[in-house]
């Protein structure tokens, strides 16, 4: 195995990390109309901390909870009634499903189409091989790991809208977990829509934070990306509004062998081993939480040159990169919105254009 940044031992837990916290409520003057309500959830294997402001935060914030509740039903590989464990144990027969469950994975389907397989539902066996589900952390034999790449590759996967059935080939397993939190978070700017709420900050574990509307004093939100290379710092401020902020780095779910050698929790599905990619941090701002939950995951696999093709390609989104040579790319609709700061202050900063 490669040696994967070997001194990236400090590396730490959550990914871009709300510095937004300390302002909410005292920037502001509060009234009955922007008066803060929290909520916390766990859900999704991670804390989802919730803030609305206004006078419906607080029913808006209930149904959200309930929502991301019943997804969570759906979509865990561990709860033995939900929908993806039964897909993982039906040995190739059809299974019946929500449409929800339908349209995540077709979209994740797409997505895989378009990134070259960056993002692929199906390497769920190989994390489990590496422990990375159980936290009973190993690294696999080089022949363990050929013969789970085999079951690798989610374009098999058929779904069928008309009998609402899904249909994994025998042995295939799935893990929506790199975009479930994506996904509820859209459901959640939803539910903030149908309640009239203006302001709200949805944290999703970190790694996916949700700017709904501005702040409350009408200014933008401040969120941190995490330094990848020491989890008590920044590497930069993003100050945005009316969007969400995906990240995905190495630190969050790692373990170090004996050499040193550290192994994280995103895969290469070509090599059925954490991705190598020289990107150390990818964080993507969008509209779409879904759409930046996976396409965060599919850039640190894809690498620096292959994510930048992709949304010269694609677009509709933005993005700040940073590599393993401490360099950030940042995509020319948000330079002026990202401050790098401590480390990275003198980093080499390249704003990229269409
Ligand atoms: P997190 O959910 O930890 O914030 P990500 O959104 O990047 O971070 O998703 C990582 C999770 O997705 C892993 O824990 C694993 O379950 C799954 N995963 C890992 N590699 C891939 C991949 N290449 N494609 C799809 N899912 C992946
Ligand atoms: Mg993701």
Same mark, same amino acid.
């Given at each position: 195995?490669?040696?994967?940044?070997?001194?990236?031992?400090? *590396?730490?837990?959550?990914?871009?990390?709300?510095?937004?916290?300390?302002?909410?409520?005292?920037?502001?003057?509060?009234?009955?109309?922007?008066?803060? *309500?929290? =909520?916390?959830?766990? /859900?999704? #294997?991670?804390?989802i901390d919730l803030t609305a402001y206004g006078p419906n935060a607080e029913a808006a914030l209930d149904e959200i909870a309930g929502e991301i509740e019943t997804l969570d039903? %759906?979509?865990? *590989?561990?709860?033995?009634?939900?929908?993806?464990? /039964?897909?993982?144990?039906?040995? $190739?027969? /059809?299974?019946?499903?929500?449409?929800?469950?339908r349209s995540l994975i077709a979209f994740?389907?797409? %997505?895989?189409?378009?990134?070259? $397989?960056?993002?692929?539902?199906?390497?769920?066996?190989?994390a489990l091989a590496w422990g990375f589900t159980t936290e009973d952390y190993r690294v696999p034999t080089d022949a363990g790991i050929a013969d789970l790449l085999a079951l690798v590759d989610e374009s098999q996967i058929v779904v069928d809208d008309e009998a609402g059935t899904v249909?994994?080939?025998?042995?295939?397993?799935?893990?929506?977990?790199a975009v479930g939190k994506g996904y509820a978070c859209d459901l959640a700017r939803e539910i903030l829509a149908e309640y009239g709420v203006e302001h709200a900050l949805l944290n999703f574990g970190s790694s996916t934070i949700c700017l709904y509307g501005d702040k409350p004093d009408g200014s933008r939100w401040r969120v941190a990306v995490q330094d990848p290379e020491d989890?008590?710092?920044?590497?930069?401020?993003?100050?945005?509004? $009316?969007? =969400?902020?995906?990240?995905? $780095?190495?630190?969050?779910?790692?373990?170090?062998?004996? #050499?040193g050698t550290v192994y994280w929790h995103i895969l290469d599905p070509e090599t059925g081993r954490p991705a190598d990619s020289g990107l150390i941090s990818a964080t993507i701002v969008s509209e779409s939480g879904l759409n930046g939950d996976?396409?965060?995951? /599919?850039?640190?696999?894809?690498?620096?040159?292959?994510?930048?093709?992709?949304?010269?390609t694609y677009g509709g989104f933005e993005f700040v990169f940073i590599t393993e040579a401490h360099e950030i790319y940042v995509s020319e609709g948000i330079a002026d919105s990202f401050t790098p700061v401590y480390d990275y202050e003198d980093a080499e900063i390249t704003v990229v254009s269409q």
């Open positions: 195995m490669k040696r994967l940044f070997p001194i990236l031992l400090t *590396v730490c837990l959550s990914l871009a990390l709300a510095a937004c916290a300390a302002e909410q409520g005292t920037a502001v003057t509060e009234t009955a109309e922007d008066e803060a *309500v929290s =909520v916390q959830v766990f /859900a999704m #294997d991670t804390y039903g %759906l979509l865990s *590989v561990t709860d033995e009634n939900s929908e993806v464990y /039964a897909l993982n144990h039906a040995d $190739g027969a /059809a299974v019946s499903v929500s449409e929800t469950t994740t389907q797409t %997505l895989s189409a378009q990134c070259g $397989g960056a993002l692929d539902i199906s390497v769920y066996p190989l249909t994994l080939p025998a042995g295939m397993e799935i893990d929506l977990g989890d008590s710092t920044y590497a930069g401020i993003l100050e945005l509004e $009316g969007c =969400v902020v995906d990240t995905s $780095g190495g630190y969050e779910r790692y373990f170090t062998d004996e #050499d996976a396409l965060s995951t /599919a850039c640190f696999v894809m690498g620096l040159d292959k994510s930048i093709d992709y949304w010269r």
